[in-house]
Structure formats: C-alpha cells, structure tokens
C-alpha cells in the first residue's frame, strides 16, 4: 500500500485548486480539509473525491471563489445563502459562525442554502469540538433513499454529525442514514465480501447482505428500517425549511442528475455557557470508561465510543503517511 | 375492547392527582398529558403507566408540587434543575420556556436535570409544533442498552422526538434507541407473534426475532446496530453534560434501581425568525406528496411520515372513545 505524507497531499490538492483560481487561503483550507479527511481514514470523501470535485468546479456546479451571504438573522439563529461556492469551504464557513454565535449566546444555528456536497461531514464536528463546542449538523442529498415501504427514492441519505468536545478525544458521531454508505458498499464488493448485516434490498425486493445486489437496485436500506426513514425525513425538512432552500425531492430533476443546490444545518452549542468544566469531565470518564469495562459480547472486539477510531487512523497515518490508491493520486498528480 | 371517553379519562386522573396533593392546575395538565398519550395511541404511556406513576409519588421518588429552577442562563440556553417534580409536568415546562426562549431569541434550549419520566416523549414534540416551533428533545434513561459489542447495559434506550410543524398535521418522530421499546416486545409476546424483523439477542448471543428471548437477556437491539448505540451516548452525554446532571451510567446504583435524577434536554427552533411560511408550506407539500406518491414496496402497506397515524388515532379516538385495558382502567379507578 502506497502512502503519502499528509503535507505533501495537502500541498499537492493546495496547488491544485490555486490552479482553478481559487485564493491562497481557500486554497489552502479546501485542501487541508480533503487530506484532513483522508487522514482521519474517510478515505471515500478525501483525495479520492478530490477529482469528482474538480469536475464540478469545471462544469459550472462550483463557483470557486463564492462565499456565503447572510439573508436573515434573530438572535442565536442565521440563514444564509451558499451561493453555489465550494461545499467544504461554505461549511467550514458557517459552523464557525455557529461557533462564534454560541460564544455570546450560548449556541448558535447556521442554515444554509444553495450549497455543494460539504465532503466528509465529520469535518464540522471536529472543527466544532476543537473549539470546545458540542456541534449538531446535517445536510440533505440527491434522493438517494425509498422512504421506508417504497421502492422510489424521495428521501436523502443525508448524514448526520453530533459532536461532544473532550480533552481526552472528541467524541464524534457522523452517520448516513443508510446502514452502509455507498462507500462502503463498494469496498465490501471489491474485497469479495458480505456485508456483516442486512444492508439493502435485491432485485425481488427481499433484504440482502450482497453488496452487489444492493448497488444494482439502488435500494440501500435505513439503518433501524422505518426508523432511519423517518430520521431522514425529519433533517431534510428541519435543513431546507429553515435554510430557505430546496428540499431532497426539491434538488432532484431528470434534466440534472448531479447533487448540488443543497440544504444544510449548523448548530453550536456552548457547555461552557451554562455549565462546568469538572462535571463534564466527570460525566465524560464515567461513561466512556463503563463502555470500555463492559462486558464485550465478543473478547476480541473492542467497545469503542463514536469517534475512537478516528485518532488511532490519524495517529497512525500522521506517522507513516496517509494510504493512497494509486489510481487517485496519480489522477490529482495530474490534475 | 373497552372505549372510555376522553374527558373521563382525563377526569379520572385528575381527580386521583388532586386527592394526592396536586394543585388544581397541575392535577390537570398532567392528567391531560397521561390522557392524550393514551388518545394518540401511545397506551405504554398513557393510562397504563398512570397507576406506576402513583407509585413513584408514594415511595417519594416524585415530589408533587415541586417546578423546575433556573440554575444558570447565557443567551438562547438555559440549565433547570427539575426539583424530583413530576417529569410530564417538568418537561412541559421546559418545553414552554424553550419556545418562549425561541419567539425572541430564534431558538431556544433548556437542559433540565433530577427529574423524572417524562411519560410520552412525543407530548413535547407536538407541544412545540402547536405553538409552531420545530423542536428537538431527549431524555437519558436507567442502564437498559448494552453499547454496541458489550452484553452489559451502560447506554440508556433514550427517546429522541424531533418535530416539525404543518398546518395539515404535524411532522413528529418519536423514536427510541432500540428497534422495538419493551412495551412492543410485551405486545408481541401477549399475542404470540414474532417481531418483523430481528429485535434483539437471545441467550447465546445469537440476534432473535422472538421477542421473549429478548425480555429475558434484556438485551434489546439498538436501532440499526452501531448507529442507534452510538446516537444513545451522543444524547446521553449532551443531556446530561448541559444539565448538570447525571448521566444514564451515573443514574445506576445497586441500592435504586428505579428510575429518577434524569437528565433532558428540550430545543424549540422558530421557523418564522428566519424563514417565510409560503417557503415552508411548498417544502412540506412536494415532500409529503412525493412520499405518499412514491411507487409501494408492498402496494397494501401505505408510504406513512411520522406522525401520519398519530393523527388518524387520535381522530378515531375521540370519536370513539380511547381503548383501555380493563385491568388498567379498574387500577385507575380505584386509586
């Protein structure tokens, strides 16, 4: 396996995308956010879709140089519009407003229309908890999701970010409202596997752990079955709502297939603004440290907390450098 | 099946309330709370749990005449401490405080610690939506749900209600960490059915769809295996952290089993600060009609949006009358 410094992959995107005219400095957050997300091990949204983003800049989807404008505003709660500028960067834009609101008072909402696919969406819940925040966020999609007892996609595989700071290793929840991502479908089917549970539905409409099935269908399942649906349902109507935007059903159109126009929601929320360090930590130890004690259903599989595996992945691709698939990153070596 | 009317239900508690030492108006909320559980077809926690909520005031776990105290505030966010009052009538107030946090400041979040069960977590939700407020809230529980990979319970089956309002009914989820509650496996289990789909584990460990397995392991199937465990200690820590309270792990001791000192957390969003009604209306009617109008995966199983059949209960309820189980009824009647 081919691994890559993460400075060098930083640089490399960074050089990329100054190319496409972007400004120094969004040049160099753009880029560290997609080798950030490599580096964290969410390889699908990193350097690999680095090459996807570049179409769109190239096909008109992304305006490079566009930021946010703000089209309403009370008290902790913002609407703005996206203006079809670079998903990573808008949303890294409006969580730190969300930060910055919370500051003052208490917590902050950022909704935000007319973006782009904000990458990897764990992104914001780290920037959040690296500023000492709890951080809620989603985004709405394409749709991409049967409602649950549908076999047509209306709803939107839209992920969701919950974030609690801790000095020991954030704790980051980032979920698809699918039981596996189309990611993770792929390398499941690439590496010859069945997936561990039921992921989604064959062409008989019966529930499958074939990976393949389930992308030739298209018919992913959400995760908790009507539950998922239903979760999926409430943050699509919650983001575009307040955003002023399109919903999932909205963005869709025969005449363009490509997911942009997109529907977002930021939230802040300050523990310091109403509590007190010493409790959270108490809270904190107590609770990650009965999960790692509990008996395990099985000795050899740890019980990790949401978030866990990210620093050990970053530790150790910091360490030897970020794994690459060489199709990828001679593709950006060229871009 | 016995149907009592609505009013003499409600009039029935009240009653018994007011004979142990409610106030007038409290005695009536939160008997009117119990009852509308019960109309809505949440009977779990309607009437049948009205008669263990008797107890928990006799044994002093629930102080009637004790309402929540602010105990700090910055902004949009606020931190109560529920006194051991009643958890119905603690959480509707939370809610109200919220709401009227969010008509002035956008959004609104109370974090309310030592309380009790709050009953019915989705009476808040529709609160908040019939004052027209898009709302999020949750409540950590005793130990009931091992983390994902451990047979010991440290998580708690937490509800999780997230509404949004429509002027042709409201959009309210209402969904706890486990694919099925314990109230539906008892159901199952009485009329000797198997779950739809795998509920739990069984005593060697092995997933099961039978639901008496489950009640004995009581080791119920977080919602979407990984995910739902993960979401339960995302809203563990938030409820818990902002409350200055106690977290699902710190509520157990041997010496209590029962159910008290909970943390939650109540979050009402004003669409109308930011956003514009006609914008709302158009996102909720191409949603919910492409839903409803999305091709069937079973043409006899209706495409329903949460809350759909809350709303057709409630309708018939009324009309008819709301079912009690006798044994229950006879219990309330006799208090």
Redesign the interface.
């Known amino acids: 396996m081919k691994r890559v410094p993460f400075e060098e992959m930083h640089g490399q995107m960074r050089q990329v995308l100054l190319k496409y005219g972007f400004s120094a400095e969004r040049a160099n957050l753009s880029a560290r956010l997609f080798a950030e997300a490599s580096r964290d091990g969410v390889y699908s949204h990193g350097l690999n879709r680095f090459p996807r983003f570049i179409e769109f800049i190239q096909n008109g989807y992304v305006k490079v140089n566009n930021s946010p404008l703000r ?9 703005w519009d996206g203006q079809q500028g670079p998903g990573n960067l808008n949303a890294h834009f409006c969580m730190a407003r969300a930060i910055e609101l919370a500051q ?4 902050g ?1 950022v ?1 935000l229309r007319d973006t782009n696919h904000w990458m990897r969406g764990g992104s914001y819940g780290w920037q959040a908890a690296d500023a000492g925040m ?1 951080a ?1 966020c989603f985004t709405n999609t394409t749709p991409n999701l ?7 996609a ?2 939107g595989n839209n992920p969701l970010i ?1 974030a ?1 700071p801790r000095s020991g290793g954030h ?1 980051v ?1 980032d ?1 698809a409202m699918t ?1 596996f991502s189309f990611g993770k479908l792929e390398s499941y089917r690439r590496a010859g596997k069945m997936l561990p ?1 039921e992921g989604g ?1 064959d062409e008989k ?1 019966n529930l499958t752990r074939d990976p393949a099935q389930i992308e030739k269908t298209n018919r992913a399942l959400p ?3 009507w ?2 649906s ?2 999926s ?2 943050l ?3 983001a ?3 955003a ?1 935007g ?5 963005i869709s159109r025969q005449d363009r297939p490509d997911e942009y126009n997109l529907s977002q929601f930021f939230m802040a ?3 310091n ?4 360090p010493r ?2 930590e108490q ?2 130890t ?2 990650i440290t ?2 790692h004690r ?5 000795e050899k ?6 978030g866990e595996r990210v620093i050990k992945t970053r530790v150790e691709n910091m360490k030897l450098g970020v794994p690459v698939d060489e199709e990828y990153w001679t593709k950006v070596l060229s871009l």
């Open positions: 089209t309403a505003q009370m008290g902790a709660i913002e609407q003052t008072k208490g917590m909402l909704a709890m809620i049967p409602p649950w007892g549908a076999k047509e209306v709803l919950i609690v704790v929840l979920t039981q549970v539905f409409g995760f908790g079955f539950k998922g239903g979760l349902l409430m699509d109507l919650m575009s709502m307040l002023g399109k919903s999932t059903i909205q929320i300050n523990p603004s109403i509590g007190e409790h959270y809270v904190l107590d609770t009965a999960m509990a008996a395990r259903a099985d599989q740890a019980i990790l907390y949401p």
